[in-house]
């Protein structure tokens, strides 16, 4: 009879632990949830459950095209949509090292510097994103800020981009 109390006891705490299980694999299977503005190519906000995992990366640039051209030209690092390609294709790289995709990423920051004509060229930038989403390959859009800079570190640069990932 002494027994019994311990046998209930033992498959009540089991059940627990497997209930406690059930509850974790549930949130881990919540959806990341996308706030579509479809008026634009860039979301509201994102919201990312609770045990999903991140990748953040730091600022990346540009890789340079020709290192042994001119500081100041183009030749050099290229004009913003050609920077911001060549950063976009490193974000991808960096994600896939990681084990992440384009499709992951949830939010982007942007900086823009002046060309050498002393403008922002946000029509490039905008054209260079629209390449790697909300797009027939990668119809996903993420959450975006997009800032004007009086310069970045290297003055050859134009663009700058940091990216948040997360499944």
Not at 61 to 81: H, L, M, Q, S
Request: glycine residues 6%; proline residues 5%.
């Amino acid at each position: 009879m002494k027994t019994l109390p311990l046998i209930l006891f033992t498959v009540l705490l089991s059940s627990c632990f497997t209930f406690s299980k059930k509850e974790e694999v549930v949130e881990h299977l919540a959806p990341i949830v996308r706030y579509d503005r479809s008026d634009a190519a860039i979301l509201k906000g994102v919201f990312i459950p609770e045990g999903k995992s991140y990748y953040l990366t730091s600022g990346l640039v540009a890789t340079a095209k020709n290192p042994d051209a001119v500081p100041g030209t183009y030749e050099r690092y290229g004009n913003t949509y050609e920077q911001s390609i060549s950063i976009l294709e490193k974000i991808k790289a960096t994600l896939q090292e990681a084990g992440f995709e384009m499709h992951d990423v949830v939010f982007l920051r942007v900086y823009l510097a002046p060309d050498n004509e002393g403008k922002i060229d946000w029509d490039s930038w905008f054209k260079a994103y629209g390449e790697f989403f909300n797009n027939e390959q990668n119809p996903n859009k993420v959450a975006r800020s997009t800032i004007g800079v009086y310069a970045l570190a290297n003055p050859d640069l134009l663009v700058e981009i940091e990216a948040v990932a997360a499944k």
